[in-house]
């Protein structure tokens, strides 16, 4: 007979389910494809129909995405929850006390002492908050952060988000459709890390959607004229500024480490607060695991973080070896178009072998694209200079995120382009675009039949 490993779950802040059904991934992608919706009837390019948008109910929409979040919170956390057998759940704080020791501080205490708890192993999966920059008057002008956008009851004329990345650039388009005015502000000399060719294009089509973006900014401040929100930035020598009904922060978040004492535990951080761990998810404390946004992994994403949950538990139990290969794992941006990628970039490559076999290609030779009238995107591969074998895959279009996921197979099985120029992708689909880009290495596409 198994022996059944006794449980104790300990959460504070977001309810049950964290933050991928709480404040992420279900009710931002909910509001972006209401936003899309809203694009497309405009913007679908089909000669001889003409969609008129009536009666946008911004806080009806938003309230949708609400109850979907409360449905999908109670069908796949709390009935779930509810039937695991030997699992205790205390909503409250926890605190180390010692190596094998914690204490937990009810929600519902009335400040008396709290229940002290020994265990075996820890798996630590507290994630991260947004973080606040050093921006003068900030905190007494008011802000939100995406968590307290995606409920908001009255839709803003103007937003300032603060930071690009995912965060920002979705936030950015979603609002920018439901038509606020909206300003990006962000430090860094491109909107996203990555392939250039393809943040460039992503840039050009937020831009030509009416949201304006300024790069290499460094903002300063924060005022109130009236009714109106004031950022003071400096962009190459000049203080410029812009008003807003919202400033939104999305600058990154930051481990929510601080209030668990690990130092009592001898849990190691790092500079940027981060639980350090191994490939097996193990921290100093070789009996105390920590997983997703609080840890110093190269990916935080939801994927990762719910698998690195599943794979430190089976470390911690059976004295497995479980580890992710992050290579081949896939991220995406979910604008319109998306960007995804996996495995290396160009830049990446040419540090590893001193050069780069890439080939871009545009969407505009792909069929499918042509009769969607979606000829917007580009998409890059990178393989071994030697072996041919595929490293990477970069992706700017529609549904991005759907076509990333058999780039990643690529990636992960260590295919060459030999094995996907004699593959049999249906036509017409997008996802014969890696099929076409494949061809590139060896063939003038332009050139090609439109069933290749």
């Known amino acids: 007979m198994v022996e059944q490993a006794k449980t104790l779950i300990v959460n504070q802040g977001l309810p049950l389910g964290g933050t991928c059904v709480n404040v992420g991934c279900v009710p931002s992608k909910t509001l972006l494809w209401a936003g899309e919706v809203m694009h497309l009837a405009k913007n679908h390019k089909i000669p001889g129909i003409d969609i008129e948008v009536k009666n946008f109910d911004f806080a009806k929409v938003v309230q949708h995405e609400l109850d979907l979040v409360a449905k999908l919170r109670d069908e796949k956390y709390e009935k779930v929850l509810s039937q695991l057998e030997n699992v205790s759940y205390i909503e409250g704080k926890a605190t180390f006390l010692s190596q094998t020791e914690i204490e937990v501080n009810p929600s519902t205490s009335s400040g008396q002492g709290g229940q002290k708890y020994t265990a075996k192993k820890f798996v630590i999966a507290a994630g991260s908050t947004a973080i606040v920059p050093p921006i003068e008057n900030i905190r007494e002008v008011g802000y939100i952060t995406h968590a307290e956008a995606l409920k908001l009851k009255q839709q803003p004329k103007g937003l300032i988000v603060v930071g690009a990345g995912p965060v920002g650039l979705e936030f950015a388009q979603m609002y920018a459709r439901f038509g606020t005015k909206v300003t990006i502000l962000h430090r860094g000399s491109t909107i996203f890390r990555g392939e250039e060719e393809l943040t460039t294009r992503l840039t050009e ?96 994403l939801e994927p990762t973080a ?147």
């Open 205 to 300: 089509i937020l831009t030509n959607e009416g949201i304006t973006i300024k790069t290499n900014v460094q903002v300063k401040s924060a005022g109130k004229e009236g009714d109106k929100k004031i950022v003071s930035y400096l962009v190459e020598g000049k203080q410029e500024e812009v008003s807003a009904d919202e400033i939104l922060l999305a600058v990154g978040k930051t481990p929510n480490t601080q209030d668990l004492a690990l130092d009592k535990a001898s849990v190691e951080i790092d500079e940027k607060q981060a639980i350090k761990v191994n490939s097996q998810f193990q921290t100093s404390q070789s009996h105390v695991y920590a997983v997703g946004d609080i840890t110093n992994a190269p990916l935080r």
């Open 306 to 452: 719910g698998r690195e949950g599943t794979l430190a538990t089976e470390n911690a139990l059976k004295n497995t070896q479980n580890s992710i290969d992050y290579n081949s794992v896939p991220w995406t941006i979910f604008t319109d178009p998306q960007l995804a990628g996996v495995g290396f970039t160009e830049d990446e490559q040419m540090k590893r072998f001193g050069t780069c076999m890439c080939k871009t290609v545009s969407f505009k030779d792909v069929p499918k694209a042509l009769i969607l009238n979606r000829t917007e995107g580009l998409i890059k591969m990178a393989i071994h200079p030697e072996t041919k074998q595929i490293m990477g895959v970069h992706i700017l279009a529609p549904n991005a995120g759907e076509l990333i996921a058999q780039a990643m197979w690529l990636v992960k099985n260590k295919n060459t382009i030999d094995d996907v120029v004699n593959s049999l992708p249906m036509f017409p689909t997008l996802s014969e675009t890696l099929k076409i880009v494949a061809l590139s290495f060896t063939r003038d596409i332009s050139k090609l039949s439109c069933c290749v």
